[in-house]
């Protein structure tokens, strides 16, 4: 996929831009807080039409407007030439897809994949489980629309039965009604986030080897909060765990617990591995996601790049740069612009909201 | 604007689809654009409020102890239809396609909401399977995590009908998912209805 065109209405600090991107490489410089990551964030909307920076609509509206709205011009390998507008209001989104308005969003996660390289992709080796979580479900559901439905599923079961035993009036024969639906819908994520994991984690070896010379076998590992993996141990489970959850009021154990982690030369990378090699799993995390995308749905990601390459050192960085894949658009940010060995960028310059595209750069 | 406007405002307001200006407008059209209408509709409200009430047997509209439809001597009262709300048995009565009874349930399990058992209309479901005469239980609830409970809940909590085995199945497979009964057109319906699966 490429992006060919970027228009933005009272996004955030951006009151008007438009981009006309052309060929795979654009690089936005500026100083720190004058837009440049805005611009990004509003590329990767496209995806999973939330904020790879968790941020809420409200943020993203420019605060004396109502409505944010994006029009992208996609060439799609499957689509062909595609328009897509959203727009963002405080309590709701809107998507159009050439003319037609989406509202599953089954219609649309994983149609338009990009993949973010952020510093605050650290997070996903240090920060909490929950944050790996979010990554693992929403990378799988724009990958499946099975595993997209199960992970509905689970949520709405989880909190149907969270509610009975919030309520302290939970009766069994309610409590089982709704474990029938919620066993069956954890099996099917256990078994996806262990295939996922499996494909990825074999991705991420390759990628990280890429990025480091030394051979330092890299990988990621499955931790899931429930050993067994089908539906009927799950279902006994979650009965033998009913007395155990009334007291605690809510669901204690299943895949919403689940947790991954990140292996260097088979230790765990969290409390272990230095900054350095804890930043090239992050790098070979996001490259893994975007060939095993463009490896399942033919369809390339495009890889938007925040501030990552200028935190390289030169090594790194090259090394960086010949992992990605050569046809990938690439949407870069930063403060200055990159050495000459990465080829050519077209240019433009983000100064207070304002996008200008700077020639002959 | 005056107390008593804003008064009614504030109950057509609580009134199912009815945002402000919405209840607004037909605020003003019934006091002020059209008030000739007014007694008539103040008339049918009442009667309305006076002759409607539940079937005792079934869930459904009536005016008198039974619905027309358990009225009918000609409809099959063994096969039983168990529906979310009155729309869904109206959907499937336009399908033309069933001429058995119905349960009508008020809703379906959803403790996120408050509704337990006891807040459906089960007891009159329960009583119908204890006199024996339901032969089968076509489940036609939602196809989604509320519909599916409330099935589990049903097969596993009424009481089998004296002596033999009741049959249970449901329809919904064909049905969109994460929709109803009533978003259905009468050819899905009908299908749903013919291919109906044993359901346990
Ligand atoms: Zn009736």
């Known amino acids: 996929m490429r992006l060919a065109k970027l228009t933005l209405h009272h996004f955030r600090n951006v009151g008007f831009a438009a981009l006309e991107c052309r060929g795979r490489q654009q690089f936005l410089v500026g100083a720190n807080g004058q837009g440049k990551t805005n611009l990004l964030e509003a590329a990767g909307f496209l995806t999973a039409l939330r904020s790879f920076r968790n941020a809420d609509n409200k943020l993203l509206v420019t605060h004396t407007q109502h409505t944010a709205a994006m029009t992208c011009v996609l060439e799609h390998e499957r689509r062909g030439e595609t328009h897509v507008t959203i727009k963002v209001r405080h309590e709701s989104k809107e998507l159009w897809c050439d003319q037609a308005r989406v509202t599953k969003l089954a219609d649309y996660l994983g149609q338009f994949p990009t993949v973010v390289f952020s510093s605050q992709d650290l997070q996903l080796v240090r920060g909490s489980p929950a944050g790996r979580r979010r990554w693992l479900d929403l990378t799988l559901a724009a990958m499946d629309a099975g595993y997209l439905r199960a992970l509905q599923t689970y949520s709405r079961a989880l909190a149907e039965r969270n509610a009975l035993l919030k309520a302290g009036r939970a009766v069994d024969a309610e409590l089982a009604a709704f474990e029938q639906t919620l066993a069956p819908a954890a099996a099917q994520l256990i078994a996806g986030r262990e295939a996922g994991l499996r494909t990825l984690g074999a991705l991420l070896t390759a990628a990280y080897a890429k990025l480091c010379d030394d051979a330092e076998p890299a990988s990621l590992g499955y931790e899931p909060n429930f050993a067994e993996a089908d539906a009927e141990s799950l279902l006994v489970r979650l009965e033998a765990g009913r007395a155990r959850d009334l007291q605690f009021r809510t669901t204690l154990a299943g895949p919403h617990r689940d947790d991954f982690h990140f292996t260097v030369r088979r230790t765990a990378a969290k409390d272990f591995a230095s900054e350095g090699q804890q930043r090239s799993l992050v790098l070979a995390l996001r490259l893994a996601q975007a060939a095993w995308f463009q490896e399942r749905s033919g369809v390339r990601p495009v890889l938007l790049c925040d501030d990552v390459l200028g935190e390289l050192d030169p090594a790194r960085r090259r090394r960086f740069w010949s992992a990605i894949d050569p046809e990938s658009q690439v949407i870069a940010t930063g403060t200055s612009l990159p050495d000459a060995e990465l080829g050519a960028w077209q240019v433009f310059e983000v100064a207070d909201g304002a996008v200008t595209e700077k020639v002959n750069a | ?200």
């Open chain 2, 1 to 200: 604007m005056t107390p008593a406007f804003e008064k009614l405002q504030k109950h057509l307001k609580q009134l199912p689809g009815l945002g402000y200006r919405s209840s607004e407008r037909i605020a003003l059209h019934l006091l002020v654009e059209k008030p000739a209408q007014l007694p008539a509709l103040v008339t049918a409200l009442e009667e309305a409020a006076r002759a409607v009430r539940r079937c005792t047997r079934c869930g459904n509209l009536a005016e008198t102890e039974l619905c027309a439809i358990c009225a009918d001597e000609r409809r099959d009262r063994s096969v039983v239809c168990v529906v979310e709300h009155v729309p869904d048995l109206v959907a499937i009565e336009r399908s033309g396609a069933y001429r058995g009874s119905y349960h009508v349930l008020h809703g379906k399990l959803s403790p996120i909401h408050g509704v337990g058992p006891d807040e459906l209309n089960l007891a009159a479901l329960r009583a119908r399977m204890e006199s024996g005469e339901v032969g089968e239980l076509i489940l036609a609830l939602s196809n989604d995590v509320e519909g599916e409970a409330t099935c589990h809940y049903l097969t596993e909590h009424l009481p089998a009908s004296a002596g033999s085995a009741v049959k249970v199945t449901r329809i919904g497979f064909g049905l969109p998912s994460g929709g109803g009964v009533l978003y259905a057109d009468s050819v899905t319906l009908k299908s749903a209805l013919e291919g109906r699966r044993s359901y346990s």
